[in-house]
């Protein structure tokens, strides 16, 4: 099916400054909170560069932790070039510096203002779509995420995110309500035709909040420049600490299914479309 998707140009306000001099202050305005109800997204400045390299930094160790760790979730998708890293999941426990950036400060404090409630980290994960690696079907995160049904999400950009690599498209002011799925728990052809889909670039440094019910996908990295992701998911506080149990639910339906036949599965539903390596 061919892809058609609009091209949205953001002006952001890059003067914003805050006390620690690797992250920008991003305290969300009313006029913030109103486009994310209006659209089901937001997009904010997060990091500044000494703060983009120092999250190079840890991805690159967090991609060298064995596959087989202590708790933590390594997935792995079959490229034309081989095996490559698509997922690891399941980090704070142990990795202090990425636990204080997305459970502290700026991001629970923007999670926070979009809940309209006091934020709780719900899961992490980080995508890195390295050259060749496969895209995303369109889809809702509401259905992968048991437990409650509203949860706020926010694309941490590592990389520069272009329409070469595999930036995001979304549906805007899509997100009142679950649509219609597929098998694979992914929105059905016919809806997907229906959206109109707008692709959004997003600098490194940048963060691309959505809510749980914004409808997104995204496209395979043709380029040779990686699409490294850091994905923090938030459910307001008052509906409950659950990352623990989200964790023991996702372990425990991966143990006691499979994933679609030639696929990698990643996730509660079967949105990616990446390749198995065995």
């Not at 990425?98 to 409630?117: C, D, F, K, N, W």
Request: with cysteine.
């Amino acid at each position: 099916m061919k892809r058609s998707a609009r091209t949205i140009g953001i002006v952001n306000d890059s003067n914003r400054t805050g006390p620690n001099p690797s992250v920008i202050s991003t305290a969300v305005s009313p006029a913030d909170i109103e486009h994310f109800n209006r659209t089901g997204w937001l997009l904010t400045d997060t990091l500044d560069a000494a703060g983009v390299e120092e999250l190079r930094s840890w991805m690159d160790e967090i991609a060298e932790w064995p596959e087989q760790g202590d708790g933590w979730m390594h997935h792995y998708e079959l490229t034309d070039e081989g095996p490559k890293l698509c997922r690891s999941e399941n980090l704070i426990p142990f990795h202090s510096g990425l636990r204080e950036l997305i459970t502290t400060g700026a991001l629970i404090e923007v999670a926070s203002g979009l809940l309209g409630s006091q934020a709780v980290l719900y899961k992490e994960k980080v995508n890195y779509k390295l050259p060749g690696g496969a895209g995303y079907a369109p889809h809702q995160d509401a259905p992968a995420y048991p437990f409650i049904d509203s949860h706020v999400s926010c694309m941490v950009a590592i990389d520069d995110s272009t329409p070469e690599n595999g930036c995001l498209e979304v549906a805007s002011a899509q997100h009142q309500m679950l649509l219609a799925t597929d098998d694979s728990g992914c929105i059905t052809q016919e809806i997907v035709d229906s959206l109109q889909w707008d692709l959004v670039p997003v600098q490194a440094g940048q963060t691309l909040w959505f809510h749980s019910r914004t409808p997104h996908r995204s496209g395979a990295n043709n380029s040779r420049l990686p699409r490294r992701a850091l994905y923090p998911t938030y459910n307001a506080l008052v509906e409950g600490d659950l990352r623990d149990e989200y964790y023991e639910r996702k372990v425990a339906e991966f143990a006691a299914g499979e994933a679609a036949e030639g696929r990698v599965r990643v996730s509660l539903i079967g949105d990616f479309q990446g390749r198995s390596v065995g």
